[in-house]
């Protein structure tokens, strides 16, 4: 029996294989510490835990409409026109199983094999892989740190070709942390209609925005604009809900459409207990997100002057999501030798910094970029404040 290429095709998730390394190590009864997650380490909100609790209570446990319940539909619209200053109907929502099903369901919607998927990255690593899943083909467009990691109109434009048909823009960017403004969103979306293709906006950072960054959802342009593009969120980071799988998406109807017919015959409803909560975190209070973005902004600027203090490192200071992504090219270049061999690479520097100080980290290749790491922020200082000290030591001169 043979697997098929679709699937040989696939790269397994490298985050996946860190994670579970750290964690047999813990198994051992090491005291690794773990910047490798991509999720906040705060609980869900208690509101959030009690409206699931009375949805089982009262037998909300059965199947729901395959594109979610009309109540959180109401929600989510009502959350669009509020926070994003968009206009969507509810028949232009779909929840998913989170908002990598709602990537997943678009992309496939979106591309036929071989179309061409216009990539910025460094990025996220689902996307490479969704992508080739649909048998359309990544096309890379690199941003650089002396940009702040962000890609120009010039950039996409030169990439564009007769089989370009969507464009992947998440902002804040995992893992660089890059949020776009305004100005630079306006002249990439005109190239939308200028060369008739789509944009996935992927938004799931959204809340997560420090030093007075705005963010700025494209598809709030103009109504041309809107038509072109589909704006992907969820509760998973904004509200710490990671586990509940509740994401979102909103789009012209037809392409929603489509992303319903995959849904109905793939998973059919997201969690009908998750998706009463899910109600409860968009309508109701929501000062616990600014309690956790606070915390996140104190942790993202002592991570990031602490990174900047190693020699050899040089880390920009993320406008949003709970990432720093430093660069390591200098230390790559010094060739630390370990086990008899230099190491050249960052899944190599991360498994060194792994064993040697029991710290998690997740290697830039992983994104696109070798020459990065990524440390999630989303753990306590005490800890970012331990993981760094034993860092430090290990790649000292
Ligand atoms: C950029 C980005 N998009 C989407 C997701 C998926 O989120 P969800 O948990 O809602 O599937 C993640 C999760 O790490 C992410 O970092």
């Known amino acids: 029996m043979t697997i098929s290429e679709r699937v040989k095709n696939i790269n397994p998730s490298q985050t996946l294989a860190i994670t579970a390394q750290a964690l047999e190590m813990k198994r051992e009864g090491k005291k690794v510490i773990s910047f490798a997650a991509g999720e ?46 968009i206009d969507y109907k509810t028949s232009e929502i779909i929840v998913s199983t989170g908002a990598k099903q709602c990537l997943f369901n678009a992309i496939l919607t979106i591309c036929d094999p071989g ?31 002396e940009e702040e990691f962000k890609l120009s109109a010039a950039q996409v434009e030169e990439k564009i070709t007769p089989s370009t048909k969507l464009l992947i823009l998440n902002s804040p960017n995992n893992p660089t942390g890059a949020v776009y403004e305004q ?29 007075n960054v705005k963010h700025l959802s494209p598809a709030s342009l ?53 998706q009463k909560a899910s109600v409860e975190a968009l309508n109701g209070d929501q000062g616990t997100i600014e309690e956790m973005r606070k915390a996140f902004d ?54 060194f910094i792994l064993k040697e100080a029991e710290v998690a980290l997740i290697p830039g290749s992983a994104f696109e970029a070798e020459e990065y790491l990524r440390l999630s922020y989303a753990a306590s200082l005490e800890d970012i404040k331990e993981g760094l000290d034993r860092i430090e030591k290990i790649l000292r001169f």
């Open 40 to 85: 906040p380490d705060f609980g869900t909100p208690k509101n959030i835990r009690e409206e699931a609790i009375s949805a089982v209570k009262e037998g909300f446990t059965h199947y729901t409409t395959s594109s979610g319940i009309i109540e959180l539909k109401e929600a989510i619209a009502e959350k669009f026109k509020k926070d994003n200053k």
């Open 222 to 274: 103009s109504d041309e604009i809107k038509e072109k593009i589909i704006t992907i969120n969820g509760v998973s980071k904004s509200y710490a809900m990671t586990g509940w799988r509740i994401g979102y998406a909103a789009g012209p109807k037809e392409i929603i459409q489509g992303m319903s017919k995959i849904q109905g015959h793939s998973t059919s409803n997201p969690n009908s207990i998750a």
């Open 183 to 211: 100005e630079e969103l306006k002249k990439i979306a005109q190239l939308l209609l200028k060369y008739n293709f789509y944009c996935i906006c992927d938004e799931i950072y959204e809340k997560l925005v420090y030093d």
């Open 115 to 145: 179309d061409e998927v216009l990539l910025p990255t460094p990025c996220w690593v689902s996307y490479t892989e969704q992508i080739k899943f649909a048998g359309a083909v990544p096309v890379f467009i690199n941003t650089y740190q």
């Open 298 to 351: 104190e942790r993202r600027k002592y991570m990031v002057r602490r990174l900047n203090e190693i020699e050899g490192i040089s880390c920009l200071t993320p406008a949003g999501a709970f990432y720093a992504f430093p660069d390591i090219s200098k230390i790559l270049e010094r060739g630390i030798e370990y086990n008899g061999k230099k190491i050249s690479d960052s899944f190599d520097l991360s498994n």
